[in-house]
């Protein structure tokens, strides 16, 4: 009779635990971005889909080829309305151009053949980064014409009849000197004697080489010129204006070709 007062009295226990349902989980990779991945399937019911890293490079570079083109409808249409002066056409080409569009390049392999028109997927060779770079930009030109002249003659087409500096040096410092004393803050074509081309970017008085780098690292870089291997190699460079280029920049503007 105890029992069955002591079970009516303090009643049955009903905490039964809920059903838990089987829950799936990955490790947290950090560090690195996320691998080429596959599509992963849990029990049909939740798709994950990860893009690989060279894929998000290859649609951001999309992305900002179409801001490039709407950046130059927008720059024109500012200066018929008087809007904006060339000055501030100097400064949105040469940052978008630095700042957006070559970015997407660092990390790219060099090879002497390379010439892939997709960031980070497959190779590209100095002359082809520069050709494919601007073309991107919306300057209208052969990148393949381009990029299979010698230096000469592609700072020769890149002035589109605009002065070429030719630098003849001794010595790095001298070279480097007279560089300093020809260029203003901005962005040029430098071509390396017979052997080479380049970016050659003045920015707050600093001049910086930005180039497909047949030298370590072996791929598309930004160095300080005084301690590019490639540049202190070098006794002859040509060098063109490319934000300073007035000529350039109202092609550019115009949709004209570059020949």
Not at 51 to 80: H, M, N, P
Request: hydrophobic letters at 40%.
């Amino acid at each position: 009779m105890l029992f069955y007062y002591l079970l009516f009295t303090l009643g049955f226990t009903n905490e039964i635990p809920p059903k838990i349902d089987k829950v799936a989980a990955f490790g947290h990779a950090t560090g690195n971005p996320l691998p080429i991945a596959e599509t992963i399937n849990f029990k049909e019911e939740i798709t994950f889909n990860f893009k690989s890293y060279t894929d998000s490079i290859a649609i951001s570079y999309a992305d900002t080829k179409v801001d490039s083109g709407k950046l130059r409808l927008r720059l024109k249409e500012g200066l018929q309305l008087g809007t904006i002066s060339f000055d501030n056409i100097k400064i949105a080409f040469t940052n978008q151009l630095v700042d957006k569009i070559i970015p997407h390049w660092y990390g790219t392999p060099w090879s002497f053949g390379g010439h892939t028109t997709i960031p980070n997927q497959g190779e590209i060779a100095c002359g082809y980064f520069i050709s494919t770079t601007l073309r991107d930009m919306g300057i209208n030109l052969n990148r393949y014409t381009l990029a299979q002249k010698s230096p000469f003659d592609e700072a020769k087409m890149i002035s589109c009849g605009e002065v070429i500096n030719n630098i003849v040096q001794d010595t790095p410092e001298k070279a480097i000197e007279e560089i300093n004393r020809l260029t203003k803050e901005g962005l040029y074509f430098i071509g390396f004697d017979e052997g080479h081309v380049g970016y050659l970017l003045k920015r707050e008085g600093k001049l910086f080489l930005i180039h497909s780098n047949y030298l370590s690292p072996v791929s598309v870089c930004m160095e300080t010129l005084k301690e590019s291997r490639v540049f202190n190699s070098f006794t002859k460079f040509h060098i063109v204006a490319i934000s300073h280029n007035d000529s350039l920049l109202q092609r550019w503007l115009d949709n004209g070709t570059v020949l």
